[in-house]
């Protein structure tokens, strides 16, 4: 009895000191196993009497329910440790900041574009797209521009290597592509990337044009003003927008003009459009020229009408005060941020 005793204070006190599941199942080799501490004593019970057997035998096994017992609340004890200590490594701290996400926004020059779109849609324009890979034909020779003019020559105009085909210098051939395959009227506008070998604050070697034409029976010089007046005040939401027409040239119009626009550059920080004493030249345009309407397949004695050409990134610059052009592709967010984009 005393012995069997100490075997259950034994026990008491190592289980007290079991902390995971291998101590436990040593533990439980050492009460329970075959050479445990019980067994010796079970081992006893063949030399006793019938009585005394039954009574150590009792006694034996009131031991074991216990050690028994007590095993396997402490395996449970464990597996609930072990479930508290993975939860708490697991857990989500629901007070951090959360990462958030940025959102897509649409770019200032495709902006530009839409509103472009929009205010010349709204004066009866369609739009029409073309090729960004031009041949000669479309970009320059239907245009009037010929060999030796020196937007032909290699440092300004991008050549195929092996192919025939350059990218186009300009949206004109869109123009071409469209008289060709339609007959007055025709009130186009066409607008995308045209391509240029020249890289500073002012150039970049892909940039975007906005250039409209209008063929018909009666046009005149009068509606390409009206036309051009129109469409810069909207742009500008400047009211009476004081213009400047410079005669100028362009091989596929004549007359040709270049149209300044009154400008304010007194406060270094700003460009004010429509204040102020000086002049900013925005657009070219002009009546366009009976060679190019001969060419395709037009009869200028007909027919005549104008064109213009605007430079997208020149708008945006001027509209949202951007210094450097190359900003406008460098794609970095941090730019876009500053100015709202
Ligand atoms: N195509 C000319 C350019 O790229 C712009 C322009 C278009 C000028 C139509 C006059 C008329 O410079």
């Known amino acids: 009895m005393s012995q069997l005793n100490s075997i259950n204070e034994l026990f008491v006190s190592e289980l007290s000191n079991v902390s995971n599941f291998t101590e436990l199942f040593n533990l439980k080799a050492?009460?329970?196993?075959?050479?445990?501490?019980l067994v010796e004593q079970m081992a006893k019970l063949g030399a006793l009497t019938p009585e005394e057997k039954k009574q150590l035998g009792l006694e034996i096994n009131t031991v074991r329910e216990y050690i028994l017992k007590n095993l396997s609340e402490k395996q449970k004890e464990l597996e609930e440790l072990e479930l508290v200590?993975?939860?708490?490594?697991?857990?989500?701290?629901?007070?951090?900041?959360?990462?958030?996400?940025?959102?897509?926004?649409?770019?200032?020059?495709?902006?530009?574009?839409?509103?472009?779109?929009?205010?010349?849609?709204?004066?009866?324009?369609s739009h029409v797209e073309g090729p960004e890979i031009e041949d000669d034909w479309h970009n320059f020779t239907a245009l009037n521009i010929?060999?030796?003019?020196?937007?032909?020559?290699?440092?300004?105009?991008?050549?195929?290597?092996?192919?025939?085909?350059?990218?186009?210098?300009?949206?004109?051939?869109?123009q071409i592509r469209y008289m060709e395959k339609n007959q007055p009227p025709i009130r186009i506008i066409s607008s995308g990337r045209v391509y240029r070998s020249d890289y500073d604050a002012t150039h970049t070697p892909m940039f975007h044009q906005l250039e409209g034409l209008v063929i018909g029976e009666e046009i005149?010089?009068?509606?390409?003003?009206?036309?051009?007046?129109?469409?810069?005040?909207?742009?500008?939401?400047?009211?009476?927008?004081?213009?400047?027409?410079r005669s100028s040239y362009f091989p596929f119009t004549e007359p040709s003009a270049e149209i300044d626009i009154k400008c304010d550059?007194?406060?270094?920080?700003?460009?004010?459009i429509g204040e102020g004493n000086d002049w900013l030249e925005i657009l070219g345009c002009g009546m366009v020229h009976e060679k190019v309407?001969?060419?395709?397949?037009?009869?200028?004695?007909?027919?005549?009408?104008?064109?213009?050409?605007?430079?997208?990134e020149r708008l945006t610059m001027l509209k949202h005060n951007i210094p450097d052009l190359r900003t406008l592709f460098e794609g970095d967010m941090r730019w876009h941020e500053i100015y709202g984009f």
């Open 85 to 125: 200590q993975k939860l708490n490594a697991q857990s989500i701290d629901i007070t951090l900041p959360g990462r958030g996400f940025t959102r897509g926004r649409i770019h200032p020059i495709t902006n530009t574009i839409n509103e472009l779109k929009n205010i010349f849609v709204r004066m009866g324009f």
């Open 30 to 37: 050492k009460f329970l196993g075959k050479k445990s501490l």
């Open 146 to 174: 010929n060999e030796s003019h020196p937007a032909r020559q290699m440092h300004d105009t991008f050549y195929m290597q092996n192919v025939e085909g350059l990218l186009r210098t300009h949206t004109s051939g869109v």
């Open 265 to 272: 550059r007194s406060t270094k920080k700003e460009i004010r």
């Open 220 to 245: 005149n010089f009068g509606h390409l003003k009206g036309c051009i007046a129109q469409f810069l005040k909207e742009f500008f939401r400047v009211n009476a927008l004081p213009m400047r027409w």
């Open 293 to 312: 309407l001969k060419n395709v397949g037009i009869d200028p004695m007909k027919y005549q009408g104008f064109a213009f050409g605007v430079g997208i």
